[in-house]
């Protein structure tokens, strides 16, 4: 630390030198970094930032600076105006890991020369992967300037000129610069361009890459079984800067007049309707399709396709065009997308009090696709498992996704596409607020599902997971080079982001919330703004400090633990309630984090709907509620709303056990006790041993997300315990938990089941299986066998449980049977059924086959790292996949780099150990082998290897004695 305080002074002092006469510096603590500061400052290449708890304050006399960059007018973020910024600093930071995670320079676009429209024309060429591009581009110059620099990767660009208004001369570049560094084209012009309007045409050529980002290519099969590619687009976060020259700046806005020149037996699609189709003229093989001019858009929302597909179509209530196109011969599939889809968007209509802006919405799976689907104005991108349903062969669980994935990008045609952040460091006002949504819009066309209690474990509990950590992030992150974009499409921008807008929803009311994302919608439509934009319109529509209040919970990281204990006053319990930071590590003394926490109260007399309601802004606070009985309970956030952890005294706890037993407790609200007691365990504030004898008040549980939010917490413990001795006796455990609820469900569905029930089954046969319930076991062969003769096909819903069990309890032969079932399947979701089960395997020799089969060519780069992950179910196979990753990381990281799959293949390889050794031996590997993208998931793995550790140490001992008595 003494090091790293001499080298922030250092590097300070250098600044400090830069900048003489310029400004004062002074360093002081500050618990929340200013979102304007991170943007301001990642525009200038003498500045680096860091996640930090220091500021280097720096206030500027602009006039020797040279004019500060504006904003163009469609961005309305009134703190880019601000003149402070500051420098981040880290003295907590580890010398490696500070190496590590060192940030690169960057610096934004010049403002100088502004686009307003792209008459874009692009001839891909599906045979040797290249394509072909013309642009003429309508630009604003607002200062008079012999240079224009422009987003430019992997094009070449071959002629450049520029004719100012429409009757002036067009001039030719001088020079064409390329900085493969910053992403960039630079033309340089024989004398400056003149202030007003002027037409900037470039000729350009580039590849249709394997990468899946940019304008890429994407394998398919024909119906007769042959090989075919089609070119497609994925450019969010960076990538419009693969596909054509621009400024790919989500505030750089601009209209598109887009033209494809195609073979002429292909389907082609853009973000807006077709105005013309005609022969090419040089080529009777292709045609030129002409598009309508797209709204005014950032570019990372501009798309297009090229291929070969079907499609059913039908209209929304207002007469929207929706169609959903799909691999040929497959339309029935698209079916349930579309009848979610036609529904959706009146529903969004309805709740923003603004129609969907465009003529028509096109949804479309595609073969290659790394990330799950793209929002991409009026031309959605999705996996095919993300939007395909078979009414035979889709289990209830697909069907779930594909209707929460269809209403997320819906939602982002509104609010990221009519109104979007001005810079990537507001990107969860994206997707926190489509990950909130998504769950609202389902509820809505399929209340069946209970999708709100599924909310709970699937998005709340696993923000909460990841932002104990040191190594979590503001929901608000300084962000710079694209290298580091891809890093922050994370648990915290989704995950936290909806759940603290969930929060924030239930504390100013749905009516106030409605009211306030209109205004804000209206106010800022077909502009940018940043976070407190729209805290501004939530407080003026509700009239309360929304600002203050969201402020403490996207600026700092982290969330509270709620300590309350209560005492009996005659027939009132008064509760006296204490917060503090919740650290995975356990508490923190020196910590002086605070938020301001919207707390509500129930009771045994009203379980569902809150008797108390306060904002809790201050460290320690009493409340009496009235009414209360001694043998009655009291509990805070009913319906496990607030983002924030309970520690109940045992007092509190031991009321609220029986109402677990005998479920007159909401699912959420089990749900949460169960998994706030579990985090308290894990942080060594309570007792494992406890989190194990409250487990076993569930075993009468009937909820399917209950299960689903246990089996998660059991798979940790799993985790931890497969390499001590008393294992085998956590395996009877397991069994026995989930043996009355698999008694009652059975294998066949029963008259009346619905779709949760169904899941549920899945969720326990599952468990049974692997932790070796005899019976379970042998069902699963007889039932594989069927499927494979024939004589009796498996459902849907039981397929990943058998899969996974006989793969399990299985051997070589096994292992070949499931092989032969994938090669035959046709259904892409059933491929990756198979593929993310083959890791169950128990040998080492089959972990290894499973493992080396990934990188093979029957294995789609998007799915490969997900068949990696599955390797690890096992103590043997993290170690072996932890060996292939390092083994393979060269061929690995060249193909996933820049991306979050890259991410995700670091955190399954690495975060489920749990011995020190293995923490130092991952961080001395990434020494040597940088991966500026998974940076911060490295860290978070080392962190969870290094908890891990600590937990066994602490209470191995007294779980394998609970274990063996129980046993």
């Known amino acids: 630390k003494h090091v790293d305080c001499c080298v922030i002074h250092m590097v300070a002092s250098h600044y ?43 206030d500027f006399a602009p006039s020797w600076l040279g004019p500060s960059p504006l904003p163009k007018p469609t961005t309305h973020c009134s703190r880019l105006r601000n003149r402070k910024a500051f420098i981040f600093t880290s003295p907590t930071r580890s010398l490696t890991t500070a190496k590590m995670g060192q940030k690169k320079p960057f610096e934004r676009l010049p403002q100088s020369v502004d686009p307003t429209n792209y008459v874009l024309r692009l001839q891909p060429d599906l045979e040797k992967f290249t394509f072909k591009g013309r642009e003429v581009i309508t630009v604003q110059v ?48 024989p004398a400056p361009l003149p202030t007003g309007t002027g037409e900037l045409t470039l000729e350009f050529e580039g590849e249709l890459n394997d990468k899946m980002k940019g304008f890429y290519r994407s394998k398919y099969s024909s119906p007769d079984g042959q090989d075919r590619f089609c070119a497609v687009t994925q450019f969010e976060a960076t990538d419009a800067r693969r596909a054509f020259p621009c400024w790919d700046e989500p505030a750089r806005k601009a209209t598109f007049d887009v033209t494809l020149v195609v073979p002429k037996d292909r389907v082609a699609l853009s973000n807006m309707n077709v105005i013309e189709e005609k022969p090419a003229p040089s080529n009777p ?72 802006p465009l003529p028509k919405i096109d949804l479309i799976a595609i ?52 109104v979007t952040m001005e810079w990537w460091t507001h990107l969860w006002l994206n997707e926190g607020f489509a990950s909130w949504i998504e769950y609202l819009c389902v509820d809505f066309c399929l209340p069946e599902y209970d999708i709100w209690t599924q909310f709970v474990s699937t998005d709340y509990t696993g923000a909460l997971k990841l932002d104990a950590l040191k190594n979590s992030h503001p929901i608000e992150v300084p962000v710079g080079h694209p290298d580091e974009v891809d890093e922050i499409f994370d648990t915290i921008s989704y995950s936290k982001g909806a759940s603290v807008i969930r929060m924030l929803h239930d504390f100013i009311g749905d009516q106030d919330f409605r009211k306030g994302m209109n205004l804000y919608l209206t106010k800022f439509m077909y502009k940018n703004t940043c976070t407190e934009d729209l805290w501004a319109s939530l407080g003026e529509a509700s009239g309360k400090p929304v600002d203050k209040i969201m402020s403490t919970w996207t600026k700092q990281m982290g969330f509270p633990v709620l300590e309350v204990s209560a005492t009996q006053e005659g027939t009132s319990r008064v509760l006296k309630i204490k917060q503090s930071k ?83 407790l909401p699912p959420r609200d089990r749900l949460g006790i169960q998994n ?133 309890h299985g051997d070589e032969q096994t292992y070949e049977k499931l092989l032969a079932l994938l090669r035959k399947a046709d259904l892409h979701e059933e491929k990756v059924r198979i593929l993310r089960s083959l890791g169950s395997v128990s040998q080492p020799e089959l972990i290894q086959r499973v493992l080396d089969f990934s990188l093979s060519s029957e294995v789609r780069s998007q799915d490969t790292v997900f068949v990696i992950g599955g390797a690890t179910s096992s103590r043997e196979g993290r170690e072996l996949t932890w060996q292939f990753v390092r083994d393979r990381w060269d061929e690995l990281h060249t193909r996933y780099q820049g991306g979050f799959l890259l991410a995700r293949l670091v955190q399954f390889s690495t975060s489920g150990f749990v011995e020190e050794a293995r923490a130092v031996e991952v961080e001395e590997f990434f020494q040597t082998h940088p991966a500026p993208a998974a940076e911060r998931t490295i860290q978070q793995s080392c962190e969870n290897i290094r908890l891990n550790a600590a937990w066994l140490a602490r209470d191995a001992a007294s779980i394998g004695n609970w274990l063996k008595t129980r046993a």
Request: charged content about 20%.
């Open 367 to 418: 073969a290659d696709f790394a990330a799950g689907a793209m929002e991409n104005w009026g031309l959605v991108t999705y996996r095919e498992t993300a939007l395909l349903i078979d009414p035979e062969n889709s289990s209830s669980h697909a069907k779930q996704w594909v209707a929460l994935v269809v209403g997320h990008e819906l939602a982002h045609q509104w609010f990221g596409n009519l």
């Open 285 to 356: 093989d292709l045609k030129e399709v002409r598009y309508a001019q797209t709204p005014i858009m950032s570019t990372y929302l501009l798309a297009f396709v090229v291929g070969e597909y079907d499609y059913v179509e039908g209209r929304d209530s207002d007469g929207v065009l929706v169609r959903v196109y799909t691999p040929v011969g497959k339309s029935e599939q698209g079916k349930f997308a579309l009848e979610v889809a036609v529904k959706t968007l009146p529903f969004y209509k309805d709740y923003f009090k603004i129609p969907y």
């Open 142 to 189: 607002q200062n008079a300037t012999d240079k224009v620099v422009m987003n430019s990767v992997d094009i070449a660009v071959s002629t450049a000129t520029f004719k100012a208004g429409q009757d002036g001369k067009e001039v030719a570049s001088s020079e064409i610069q390329y900085n493969k560094e910053q992403e960039t084209v630079t033309l340089s012009f």
């Open 676 to 808: 706030d007691l579990f985090a308290l365990a894990k942080s060594g504030v309570a007792s494992t041993v406890d989190i194990l004898r409250v487990m076993e008040a569930f075993v009468n549980e009937s909820n399917y997300t209950v299960w689903m939010d246990l089996s998660a917490n059991i798979a940790s413990l799993n985790t931890l315990l497969s390499g001590t001795d008393c294992y085998l006796n956590f395996k009877l455990f397991v069994q026995d938990l989930f043996s009355i609820v698999g008694e009652r469900l059975g294998w066949e569905p029963k008259d009346g089941e619905g779709h949760l029930d169904a899941m549920l089954r899945g969720i326990v046969l599952s468990h049974l299986g692997k932790y070796g319930h005899l019976a379970t076991v042998a069902e699963a062969n007889k039932r594989l066998e069927e499927h494979i003769a024939g004589s009796k096909t498996l459902h849907a819903d039981l397929r990943g449980p058998v899969y996974g069990t006989v793969l399990r």
């Open 16 to 58: 400090v030198r830069f900048l003489t006469g310029l400004c004062k510096t002074h360093l002081t603590r500050s618990p929340i970094p200013s979102a304007y500061t991170s943007r301001f400052l990642s525009r200038r290449h003498y500045f680096r930032l860091s996640q930090a708890s220091y500021f280097l304050h720096l």
């Open 582 to 664: 919740f650290c995975a590590e356990g508490p923190s003394e020196d910590d002086d984090s605070l938020w301001m926490v919207p707390v509500s109260i129930s009771t045994t007399k009203s379980p569902s709907t809150a008797v108390k309601t306060l904002l809790l802004d201050q460290r320690e606070t009493t409340v009496t509620i009235e009414n209360v009985t001694p043998d009655e309970w009291v509990k805070l956030n009913p319906g496990t709303v607030g983002f924030y952890r309970t520690q109940y005294s045992s007092e509190m706890l031991d009321r609220l056990l029986p109402a677990i037993k005998d479920q007159s």
